[in-house]
């Protein structure tokens, strides 16, 4: 299960790397074509998808690699038993979260995009694509919560991981 996990860090790095730069060079494109006159109308809906699809594989991969934000001043003060049952509550509200809002809701819009028939004019391309995002970040966040409820449960210690918390404790002295 390691190696799938660091397999999939990888991919989803590589992923988010390269529609973060293709992202980039499309805003570019498009404020340039707006200064220069030029007719490039598809700039802003490509965007606009790009946007949502790499912060929706961005918030998987932070969550695989425990580089989400969390505030943990109170759950520290906690005994090592504590804060695993803290772990284990929070991890079961990302998994209903995930299967509730992300996947179902996600694929009901998805559908619902997919059935209207709605296209972006621009790119020509059905609006459905757009609303893909969601159950797919859910099906991941899914899976690593999963892995991470079943780690919890059977005590089985985190991987070693390249995205290691900060801690501040530390960095301060």
């Avoid at 074509?33 to 918030?59: D, P, Y």
């Avoid at 505030?71 to 090592?80: A, E, G, L």
């Amino acid at each position: 299960m390691n190696s799938l996990r660091k397999l999939l860090s990888k991919t989803l790095t590589v992923m988010c790397a390269i529609s973060l730069i293709a992202l980039v060079f499309i805003v570019l494109l498009g404020i340039a074509s707006n200064q220069l006159k030029l007719k490039i109308t598809w700039t802003e809906e490509a965007a606009n998808i790009l946007l949502t699809w790499t912060v929706m594989l961005g918030a998987a991969l932070a969550y695989l690699e425990h580089a989400h934000l969390g505030v943990d001043v109170i759950t520290s003060n906690f005994t090592p038993q504590a804060q695993r049952v803290v772990k284990i509550f929070t991890t079961t509200v990302v998994i209903i979260f995930s299967v509730w809002i992300m996947i179902y809701g996600g694929w009901q819009l998805f559908q619902n995009g997919l059935a209207s028939n709605q296209k972006l004019p621009s790119l020509g391309i059905r609006k459905a694509w757009f609303y893909l995002s969601l159950p797919v970040s859910g099906g991941l966040i899914l899976a690593f919560a999963l892995d991470n409820l079943r780690r919890l449960i059977l005590k089985i210690p985190e991987p070693e991981s390249d995205n290691q918390p900060v801690n501040h404790e530390e960095v301060s002295q």
